[in-house]
């Protein structure tokens, strides 16, 4: 195998020592980061597509798991995540954190396949393995993809890409043993197929997986049993995924859709190009996805005129870019009717950045092996700077992340409540009418939501859950309380709170009527009004807002609860007449 960068300069060989740990360096910073977000944007409050799922998961108690677990969602199949789904329903009360643990896990092990792939099949050692490892890691885990690590339903999303780049790369050592004189291995090959099963069932655009095969497959030169094996698998496996399938309505028709090839293009080109973009330079995203088109089309030729000269790692790079771009294509084909701007979503960027991800070390691999240290350098230096402006979007993510976990949280302090504020529901958690008969017996069932120990309280007696101290502690204030429903019951109310000490916002808000808890606030990040105020940059977590079922009490009582030393305090901050809240 042809010798990576042999004969560099000494100083050449320093600067790119140097490139390489930084860029390591960045890789495991970005994946830190990504954790933090994940902690940020944790909420056991269903979501959208997460709630549909677990309203037909209540019906299914009733009629057939089995059956539920098959149905469609959209386009697709979601054995896996609705396997994991089960397990936490049944096993830990439908608390969500296993599928948020399962998303971290999924992109940990993509990274490895990355790192073996580039040792078995590249043979990548040192510093060159590092940053390549290092750029994998950013890349996996960049925060631009804040969807998939915020929200437990996006599971599918990143775990199908763990099966495809296992099922390249399996087909891939059969060729490497092939040339290494020894038999193929039928566990490669059985690995492979099951692997490419498996992303069918993840996802629907895991089903793209046995076409880039196959053309990995020939461009590879694998023997003909070796190619009809996945041409067998393609003829069992989708047969088997189109049973009863139906195209859902709300999406655009693909046999529609091909007839406008300058939409799909435009719709592909912001979808690639928006996971190497941020939001500030959006405008630069269609430019930028269509260069790395051409820069993929361009590269696939070496696989053709460079036969057997070129390393077995380029034909991996090659199908995971064309499981890429193949993710794109259908994906622009089922929703073209949303306008083309839709490919900007964040969770798309999960795919965007694999293709990314995976061009550019194809080009490391080549200018490793067939350019100066002085090209690969400059590699490094874009990636570097890319990566570092990248991480001043890492804010502004953040706070997204952070305010649409407010939005959810106090959603499901609303149905908790039982002050049903439909409009804000629709809003938060789903644009249709929140289906309350399921909702009702996760209640009774106490799951999910109702798992939480803000259900276990409500209802209850303020003393059994938190002892009072000084009201000295904290200092807050409540800004508007209005009813929500016309019987009078239901009310939403706003205002802050600070830990007098640190100056900073408290744990919760807790309502309290005649000593018992019948409602609860939550922290909003934003108020910068507050902060000014009182002189104190932590003071801008300071809001909250939140709903009360009401009792016959003529008063409610307003607690702001500190974790300190343990315990948890309940410091009274505010008492307001019952007369005094706005229709």
């Known amino acids: 195998m042809t010798k990576i960068l042999g004969g560099k300069s000494r100083y050449a060989s320093n600067i790119l020592h140097l490139f390489a740990h930084l860029i390591l360096a960045i890789g495991v910073g970005t994946a830190l980061s990504a954790a933090y977000l994940m902690r940020a944007g944790y909420s056991v409050v269903p979501f959208w597509d997460e709630l549909d799922e677990m309203t037909s998961y209540v019906d299914a108690l009733h009629k057939s798991v089995l059956a539920w677990m098959w149905a469609q969602h959209n386009e697709h199949r979601l054995l896996f995540y609705k396997s994991l789904f089960l397990v936490d329903m049944q096993v830990f009360k439908g608390r969500n954190w296993p599928m948020y643990a399962a998303i971290f896990c999924s992109q940990v092990a993509l990274a490895i396949v990355f790192g073996y792939m580039l040792h078995k099949l590249g043979d990548f050692k040192g510093p060159v393995w590092q940053a390549c490892f290092g750029l994998t890691l950013y890349c996996l885990f960049c925060p631009s993809q ?246 001043t979007q890492y804010g502004r993510i953040l706070e997204r992340v952070r305010h649409n976990t407010a939005k959810r949280e106090l959603a499901g302090v609303s149905i908790i409540t039982g002050v049903h ?71 939403g109310i706003r205002g802050w709170v600070i830990d007098r000490q640190t100056s900073g916002p408290l744990e919760q808000v807790v309502f309290v009527a005649e000593g018992k808890i019948v409602g609860f606030g939550v922290l909003r990040p934003g108020r910068v009004d507050v902060a000014k105020a009182l002189h104190s940059e932590r003071a801008i977590d300071s809001g909250w807002i939140g709903y009360a079922k009401l009792t016959e009490s003529r008063t409610l009582d307003f607690y702001g609860i500190l974790n300190s030393s343990g315990h948890k305090d309940g410091c009274h901050f505010a008492t307001l007449p019952i007369g005094s809240f706005y229709r």
Not at 476 to 485: K, R
């Open 146 to 391: 804040w969807e998939n690590f915020s929200w437990a339903f996006q599971l599918s999303f990143v775990l199908v890409n763990v099966w495809v780049a296992t099922a390249v790369l399996c087909l891939v050592i059969q060729k490497q043993r092939l040339v290494a004189g020894q038999p193929s291995g039928v566990k490669a090959l059985l690995f492979s197929l099951l692997a490419a099963t498996a992303a069918t069932f993840t996802s629907g655009n895991g089903i793209t997986v046995w076409p880039v095969l196959i053309t990995v497959a020939l461009l590879a030169k694998l023997p003909w049993r070796l190619v009809g094996a996945y041409f067998v698998g393609l003829a069992c496996v989708v047969p088997l995924y189109l049973i009863g399938y139906r195209s859902p309505s709300q999406h655009a028709s693909p046999f529609e859709s091909v007839h406008q090839p300058r939409l799909i293009l435009e719709y592909m080109e912001k979808y690639l190009g928006g996971g190497a973009v941020p939001d500030s330079h959006i405008g630069w995203a269609p430019v930028i996805g269509l260069l790395g088109l051409i820069a993929a089309v361009a590269l696939v030729p070496r696989l053709i005129t460079r036969w057997g000269k070129t390393s077995l790692l380029e034909y991996c790079l090659a199908g995971i870019v064309l499981y890429s771009v193949a993710t794109a294509l259908i994906t622009s084909l089922g929703r073209l009717n949303f306008g083309t701007n839709q490919a900007f979503t964040s969770r798309y960027q999960t795919f965007a950045l694999m293709f990314w991800l995976a061009l550019s070390l194809w080009i490391i691999s080549i200018v490793a092996r067939e350019l100066s240290a002085n090209w690969l350098v400059a590699v490094y230096l874009l990636i570097v700077v890319t990566t570092c402006y990248s991480a």
């Open 421 to 491: 504020d439909r409009d804000f529901l629709q809003f938060a958690l789903l644009p249709s009418p929140i289906p309350m008969p399921e909702i009702e017996e996760l209640r009774a069932r106490r799951l999910s939501l109702f798992s939480t120990p803000r259900a276990a309280q409500f209802g209850q007696t303020f003393a059994q859950f938190y002892r009072t101290v000084s009201p000295d502690k904290c200092e807050g204030n409540v800004e508007a309380a209005s009813f929500v429903d016309a019987n009078l019951e239901g009310v």
